[in-house]
């Protein structure tokens, strides 16, 4: 499974900015989601979601600000984020877990190389 993050960059807070991550390599239901690192703390999971049934889970922290979501034609996950704050500043992963459990853990399988996003 391959992953390619596009879509970060600098917003001022209360801006919005939308992650993608194209997937190939895999064609059955799996498990993915969106991770974050920022500088001097451990990643953390932000949003997940099942591409088979179309479940979702979130951070408490991003709830009703963020949007998870999945394209199965176009083998793409998206991030839409909304009214960003500072805290939100980290380097943004996308990963993907055949195994087909819904979490936040960064026990995924397969990851991305991140993408940049800073909230000023």
């Known amino acids: 499974v391959q992953l390619v993050e596009s879509g970060g960059g600098s917003v001022q807070a209360g801006g919005s900015l939308t992650l993608s991550c194209r997937q190939s390599g895999y064609t059955n239901n799996i498990v993915m989601g969106w991770f974050r690192q920022a500088p001097g703390k451990e990643r953390e999971g932000v949003a997940a979601?099942?591409?088979?049934?179309?479940?979702?889970y979130y951070l408490n922290s991003v709830e009703g600000r963020f949007t998870i979501s999945h394209d199965n034609a176009k083998n793409t996950l998206y991030l839409q984020m909304n009214s960003l704050k500072p805290e939100d500043t980290a380097i943004y992963y996308c990963a993907a877990d055949s195994r087909l459990l819904l979490r936040l853990r960064t026990d995924y399988q397969y990851w991305g190389q991140g993408t940049q996003v800073t909230v000023s």
């Open positions: 979601i099942d591409t088979g049934d179309g479940s979702t």
